[in-house]
């Protein structure tokens, strides 16, 4: 569901071609956006308090193999909720898990990797190497 | 305050209206600026507008700034407004910025500590001349270097300072649900965690010459940032119907640890203290002014005497929302006729008997 509720919808319209059809479905519930309140905690550690809210967009579908799927996805894009509600369903189906794993949630998860590499090489690129001046004395 | 009802100036106002579309889209023979490109090109602003507005979400910021033509206080208000239409589904699980996606993370307080001096994307190190290279379009920036990557997270110094017991320690949870100012109007006295809501959501403006009358020595508590980091961290929520955590994306942080020094008081041996800054986005200066005010809010708790402004709770707290202080401010434009009608026949009566007065001690 982490994989999923990162995976834009432009990501999801690009592999979901390449793997078996998902199942018709029916809209159980949504898709909602609403608001999550997010927390922190004073001084990093202690006491939780409320910092702000985000948006989410939630979605629960079930499917024609009766698997039930929900999806929470930030933002407010109620296409990629719906898409993966209907994954996380088809997901639990046992003839379309493996395939669904490999060509979608796998490629998936490679991609986010990917970016979070990218921008931890970028980061590491500008990690400051001190160095001493050292004085030469006989 | 009484507000007088108004009839008229229904026309006025709409086309005052179709005015301000008009002057909103400017000269239509410039191309018109995309939401997509304010989202992807003005972050910062993005960033404060996330904050004071109080809600996590780049595009709806991004159309804020549009619509409000770049003014980012009147931004952050369409942001709170939009806010109250949304149910809350969820609240999260404190966010972990241990566990941050670091873009940039410094310590002025360690040279060498665990994860390094990461400068990320800054502003710090530029010489702060405008780049007329800007001005002409089309000019490919340079691909940022890579290198690879050692530590694959950084650890908070907090960990690292706390070692020799010389630095306060974070007081744990007690599990108690935070209060929450968008469901309780501000009471007195405010725990620490209604104050850090207030302060996140705060006015930078405000913050920023707060926390600077700190160092000026109005409340003066010596800083040092022991660490300022910037990054992605996952938001966990449980959600009912599942009853179990899940990851639902991530957002983007920046975390202010400020160190201070403090002699002491008759409880608490001499040591560091410290200030907290937490905000939305990669807003460097409201997470300082924010944790140099936090910690100054803390005089009370700590024993020192509490009497600069910024050691004020009630003052802080009362005037940090740009959102409540536009509103009283700007309310001040609304018909006010009855109000001064009344103030008129007063100050008239003063200025006839105080002629009377005049007249009768010139008489006698």
Known sequence: ?138 | MAYVAVKGGERAIDNAHAWLAEARRGDPAVAEIGVDQIEAQLGRAIDRVMAEGSLHDRGLAALAIKQAQGDLIEAAFLLRAYRTTLPRFAASAPLDTEAMQVRRRISAVFKDLPGGQVLGPTTDYTHRLLDFALAAEGIAPPRAPRADVTDETIPSVNAILAHEGLIERDAGSSGEEPADLTREPLAFPAGRDVRLQALARGDEGFLLALGYSTQRGWGGTHPFVGELRVGEVGVEIVPPELGFAIDIGDVSLTECQMVNQFAGSRSVKPQFTRGYGLVFGHAERKAMSMALVDRAMRAAELGEDATAPAQNIEFVLYHCDNIEATGFVEHLKLPHYVDFQSELETVRRMRADADAAAIREAAE
Not at chain 1, 9 to 18: N, R, S, V
Not at chain 1, 20 to 49: C, H, I, K, N, W
Not at chain 1, 53 to 65: F, I, L, Q, Y
């Open chain 1, 1 to 138: 569901m982490a994989i999923l509720a990162r995976a834009k919808l432009a990501e999801l319209a690009e592999l979901l071609p390449g793997a078996p059809a998902l199942p018709d479905y029916t809209v159980l519930r949504g898709p909602q956006s609403g608001l999550v309140m997010l927390r922190g905690r004073a001084g990093g550690g202690g006491e939780a308090f409320n910092l702000g809210e985000m948006t989410v967009t939630r979605c629960t579908v079930r499917d024609a193999a009766g698997g039930v799927g929900h999806a929470y996805v930030a933002g407010r894009d109620g296409e990629q909720a719906a898409l993966a509600a209907r994954l996380d369903a088809a997901l639990q189906s046992p003839a379309l898990h493996d395939t669904l794993e490999a060509q979608v949630i796998a490629k998936l998860a490679e991609r986010q990797a990917a970016r979070r590499r990218a921008e931890a090489e970028r980061a590491a690129a500008t990690r400051v190497r001190f160095f001493t001046m050292a004085t030469m004395r006989s």
